[in-house]
C-alpha cells in the first residue's frame, strides 16, 4: 500500500522583474493507494497531476508531507536507501515514443533492466531472454515481431504496450499512468485501457491513473476512487461512480458539464456548471482557490479557504462551503 500525507511542491517562477514568484503546485495532498486498488487523478491542464504521478514514482522532490511505502516513510531514507522502495512503483509515460530510446532495439531496450533483475536474483542469462518474450506476450504483443526492431519502426499503440512492458520488468507493485493514451489513436486507446486493467486483475498491481478525461477515469477505476485535483488542492474525492453521478463541487461540476454530448441520442444535463473566467495563476487567492470562476461564490469564499469535510447528504468528501449536488452529465434524450 502506498500512502502520501500533506503532500506539498513548490515551483519558482524565473526571469520576471521581480526576481521570480513561488508557484505551488501541490498544496497538502493526501491519498491512499491500497494494494491492487485503482486510483484516478482528474483536473485540468497544470491542476498538479503529474508533478504528483513523479513524486510518487521517486522522480521528483516534493517540499513537506510524507510518502509511505509497505509501511515504510520515504523522507529519513537517503537517496539510495530509497531506490528498492521506489523501484515498486513504474511510471508510464505519456509520449511512448520519448520514453523509449531511439537507438536501442525492444530487445535491448528490455534486456537492461531484465540483466540487472537477473543479477540480483541470480537468475541464469536464458532466463532475459525468455522474460522478455513472456513480458511482450502479456502485453499483447507477438516478441518474434518486435524484438529485434526500433521504436520508430512500430505504431503508437505497440510503443504503448512495449513501454508497458518496460515497466513490469521489475515486477512493480504498482503502475503510474500520466495521461497514457492521449497521445495514441482514438482507435487504440480503448486496447490500452483494457490492458491496465487487465494487468489489475492477473498481477494484482495497482493503478495509479492520471488524467484530464472523465471517460477514460470512469473506465479505469470503476471500482476505485476518485480525485479532482484543482491549482494543487484536491476539492472533491470519493468513489468513482459515486463522484460522477453526484458531484458536490462547482469545480467537478464544470468538468463534468464539459463531456461532449452525443446529439440525437443525449442531451446536456439540466443543471451544467460553466466556470465565469479562464483559469489565471497570477493572482493569490485569500479564500477559496476556485471562488473566481465559481458562479455561486459568496463573500465568504472569498475570504475563507474551504478544508476537505464529509458532505452530510452524499458518500464522499468535498471543499466547497455551499455543496449542493447537480445534474451536469448528459443525460440520454428522450424520444
Not at 520514453?99 to 540483466?115: D, E, G, S
Not at 521504436?151 to 505497440?158: A, T
Not at 472523465?214 to 491549482?231: K, M, P
Request: glycine residues 10%; neutral net charge; hydrophobic residues 35%.
Amino acid at each position: 500500500m502506498i500512502t502520501g500525507t500533506g503532500i506539498t511542491k513548490t515551483y519558482k517562477q524565473r526571469g520576471n522583474v521581480l526576481g521570480g514568484r513561488d508557484v505551488p503546485a501541490l498544496r497538502g495532498i493526501d491519498f491512499t493507494v491500497k494494494k491492487g486498488g485503482a486510483v484516478s487523478f482528474i483536473g485540468e491542464s497544470g491542476c498538479g497531476k503529474t508533478t504528483l504521478g513523479r513524486i510518487v514514482a521517486g522522480l521528483e522532490t516534493y517540499d513537506s508531507g510524507e510518502i509511505v511505502i509497505d509501511g515504510t516513510p520515504m523522507s529519513p531514507l537517503r537517496p539510495k536507501k530509497r531506490q528498492p522502495h521506489f523501484r515498486k512503483i513504474q511510471l508510464i509515460h505519456q509520449d511512448p515514443y520519448s520514453a523509449l530510446n531511439p537507438t536501442r532495439t525492444i530487445h535491448q531496450t528490455l534486456q537492461a533492466p531484465l540483466a540487472l533483475r537477473a543479477g540480483r536474483t541470480g537468475r541464469p542469462k536464458s532466463w532475459i531472454d525468455d522474460r522478455a518474450e513472456e513480458l511482450l506476450s502479456l502485453v499483447g504483443i507477438d516478441p518474434g515481431y518486435v524484438l529485434g526492431r526500433y521504436p520508430h519502426q512500430l505504431s503508437g499503440g505497440m510503443r504503448q504496450r512495449v513501454v508497458i512492458a518496460r515497466a513490469l520488468t521489475v515486477d512493480p507493485e504498482m503502475l503510474v499512468a500520466d495521461e497514457s493514451v492521449s497521445m495514441i489513436d482514438v482507435s487504440m486507446r480503448l486496447s490500452i485501457l483494457g490492458l491496465l486493467k487487465d494487468l489489475r486483475e492477473r498481477l494484482g498491481v495497482s493503478l495509479l491513473f492520471i488524467t484530464h478525461d472523465i471517460a477514460t477515469a470512469r473506465y479505469i477505476g470503476e471500482d476505485g476512487e476518485l480525485y479532482v485535483l484543482y491549482r494543487g488542492q484536491v476539492v472533491e474525492r470519493g468513489l468513482t461512480e459515486d463522484v460522477i453521478a453526484g458531484p458536490v463541487h462547482p469545480y467537478t461540476q464544470s468538468l463534468l458539464s464539459a463531456i461532449p454530448v452525443l446529439h440525437g441520442v443525449e442531451r446536456p444535463g439540466p443543471d451544467r456548471v460553466v466556470p465565469l473566467e479562464a483559469l489565471d495563476e497570477r493572482h493569490a487567492d485569500a479564500g477559496c482557490l476556485f471562488a473566481r470562476r465559481c458562479p455561486f461564490r459568496t463573500e465568504r469564499c472569498e475570504s475563507e479557504s474551504p478544508t476537505l469535510v464529509q458532505g452530510a447528504d452524499v458518500s464522499h468528501e468535498h471543499a466547497c462551503f455551499h455543496p449542493r449536488r447537480r445534474s451536469v452529465i448528459p443525460v440520454e434524450a428522450v424520444a
